[in-house]
Nanobody
Framework: VQIVESGGGLVQPGGSLRLSCAVSGIFIRHSSMHWFRQPPGKQRELVASIADFPYYAEHVKGRFTVSKDNAENTLYLQMDSLQPEDTGIYYC?????????WGQGTQVTVSS
């Protein structure tokens, strides 16, 4: 199983980024998919997930949108109205048949 995130970078406050998570080895349509992030010096936290319906952490509701393309086996996270507190390493996570899989993460930095 391979999970590869991309799309991170440096963006100014109020800007947008779209993260992608390309998955191989398992089918995301048969998996519970999640986006986590780890802010500097803090623990990893759940940002959004999607199974039958999307879930968002309170602090990203209305700004982030999680989606998936089953045909491309790819998970996305559209992030709008980014704020400095959104800075961190964003990880894609898949849970499939009781096994957890993680990507290597992609850095998102929100700064002026």
């Amino acid at each position: 199983v391979q999970i590869v995130e991309s799309g991170g970078g440096l963006v100014q406050p109020g800007g947008s980024l779209r993260l992608s998570c390309a998955v191989s080895g398992i089918f995301i349509r048969h998996s519970s998919m999640h986006w986590f992030r780890q802010p500097p010096g803090k623990q990893r936290e759940l940002v959004a997930s999607i199974a039958d319906f999307p879930y968002y952490a309170e602090h990203v509701k209305g700004r982030f949108t999680v989606s998936k393309d089953n045909a491309e086996n790819t998970l996305y996270l559209q992030m709008d109205s980014l704020q400095p507190e959104d800075t961190g390493i964003y990880y894609c996570h898949a849970q499939n048949k009781g096994t957890n899989y993680w990507g290597q993460g992609t850095q998102v930095t929100v700064s002026s």
